[in-house]
């Protein structure tokens, strides 16, 4: 059986495969994470207007959809925007994948007052397809990736974790 890959997983892949390996092995330590935690409350104190957390297949979550078919995804910062850009053209091509054409998505900065589009582009449902291959060959790993240090690893929830 194939496994599952989450917009989360997409998400970690495009951050850090041994992150990604953590959480695809039950290690979450997101949740007493400071800056985790500011996030999760960007998240319910904006667009609360709209239905929020849109699970589809306990695969994908979109944080909210508007009309003119369009996903919003909402992100605390820039940090790591190619990361949240990869797992939200990961939730346009699953969807796609299963007959939902016609549809964009949005990023949401709400501290920073600003708003990317994001569309599937020519050779992204390639990179996607690739990326799902590698997502799982870093899932059946015994053990995870090789530790290498990054610019983002101090503000990781898994950064002491790392060090072990």
Request: aromatic letters at 12%; one cysteine or more.
């Amino acid at each position: 059986m194939k496994p599952i890959v989450t917009g989360v997983m997409m998400y970690y892949y495009f951050i850090c495969h041994r992150k990604l390996w953590y959480f695809s092995h039950g290690i979450h330590l997101e949740q007493e994470n400071e800056l985790v935690q500011i996030g999760r409350i960007i998240d319910e104190n904006t667009f609360q207007r709209n239905d929020k957390h849109i699970d589809i297949d306990s695969v994908i979550n979109i944080d909210f959809i508007r009309s003119k078919k369009e996903l919003h995804e909402v992100k605390k910062s820039k940090a790591i925007e190619q990361a949240g850009i990869w797992q939200l053209k990961y939730y346009l091509y699953y969807l796609e994948e299963r007959g939902v054409t016609g549809i964009h998505g949005m990023i949401n900065y709400p501290t920073l007052r600003e708003k990317i589009n994001v569309s599937l582009e020519n050779g992204d449902r390639e990179i996607i397809a690739n990326s799902l291959k590698e997502i799982v060959q870093i899932i059946h790993m015994l053990v995870p990736p090789h530790f290498s240090r990054q610019r983002i690893c101090n503000r990781c929830a898994y950064f002491d974790f790392c060090y072990l």
